[in-house]
C-alpha cells in the first residue's frame, strides 16, 4: 500500500457527460501528479500540482482540469467526455516539486470506462 | 528531452533462472532512472532508483538494476525469476533539473512471464 488514495475505483460513464476523479496524496507529501494509461499511448503525464498550485504540464487535453485543496487532495476533472478517454487514471504523489530524484508513490488508479 | 526505449514488449523466463529486462534512456541532462513494476489490476510500485550515487542500485524483491552512462543503459536484473514476478515493468527516466517540475517520462513496458 502506497498510502495514496484515489476514488471511484471504477466509472462507467457516457459519452459528451463529466467526471471527477479524486486523490489524496500521501502524508506529508505536497506534490500530486496524474496519469493517463491507456494501451495506445502508454502511460502519459497530464498535470503537476505542488501545494495548491500547478508546477507542470504534460500532454493534457483542454476538456480536462485539475485542482489541488488546501488539505492536499487533488481533482481531475474530464469533460465533454469521448470513447477515446477511456483509460486508467492514476495518482502519484511525491515529498516536494522540483526534486526529480525524488520517487513518486502511486495510487491504485481509477478505471474510466465512456460508453 | 528526455525518452526512454524499453528494448523488449515481453519476455518470458523459466521459473528459477535469471531476468534480464533491457532499457535505454536518452536524457539532456544526468537523469534519474527508475524501475516500476505493476501487477495486474493493481498501481505501479516502485522497485528501485537511481540518482547519480552507485551506478549499481539494488531493489525490493530481489531485483538489481546498473546504469551505464557509456552506454545508456539501465537494464534491470534478477538472479532467479519467481512466480509473483509475473507483471508489467516500466523503466522510467526524469531529468528536469532542481527547481521546476516534470512528470516522469514512462517507457512503453515489459511484459514479463514467468513459465513454471
Known amino acids: 500500500d502506497s498510502g495514496v488514495t484515489q476514488t471511484p475505483k471504477h466509472l462507467i460513464t457516457a459519452t459528451g457527460q463529466r467526471v471527477t476523479l479524486r486523490c489524496s496524496p500521501r502524508s506529508g507529501d505536497l506534490s500530486v501528479y496524474w496519469y493517463q494509461q491507456s494501451l495506445d499511448q502508454g502511460l502519459q503525464f497530464l498535470i503537476q500540482?505542488?501545494?495548491?498550485?500547478?508546477?507542470a504540464k504534460g500532454n493534457i487535453l483542454e476538456r480536462f482540469s485539475a485542482q489541488q485543496f488546501p488539505d492536499l487532495h487533488s481533482e481531475l476533472n474530464l469533460s465533454s467526455l469521448e470513447l477515446g478517454d477511456s483509460a486508467l487514471y492514476f495518482c502519484?504523489?511525491?515529498?516536494?516539486?522540483?526534486?526529480?530524484?525524488?520517487?513518486?508513490?502511486f495510487g491504485p488508479g481509477t478505471r474510466l470506462t465512456v460508453t | 528531452a528526455q525518452s526512454v526505449t524499453q528494448l523488449d514488449s515481453h519476455v518470458s523466463v523459466s521459473e528459477g533462472t535469471p531476468v534480464l529486462l533491457r532499457c535505454n534512456y536518452s536524457s539532456s541532462y544526468s537523469p534519474s532512472l527508475f524501475w516500476y513494476v505493476q501487477h495486474p489490476n493493481k498501481g505501479l510500485q516502485l522497485l528501485l532508483k537511481?540518482?547519480?550515487?552507485?551506478?549499481l542500485v539494488k531493489g525490493i524483491n530481489g531485483f538489481e538494476a546498473e546504469f551505464k552512462k557509456s552506454e545508456t543503459s539501465f537494464h534491470l536484473t534478477k538472479p532467479s525469476a519467481h512466480m509473483s514476478d509475473a507483471a508489467e515493468y516500466f523503466c522510467v527516466v526524469s531529468d528536469k533539473p532542481g527547481g521546476g517540475a516534470d512528470g516522469l517520462t514512462f517507457g512503453k513496458g515489459t511484459h514479463l512471464i514467468i513459465q513454471p
Open positions: 502519484a504523489s511525491s515529498v516536494e516539486a522540483g526534486a526529480f530524484s525524488y520517487e513518486q508513490y
Open positions: 537511481y540518482t547519480s550515487a552507485a551506478t
Open positions: 500540482y505542488y501545494n495548491g498550485e500547478e508546477r
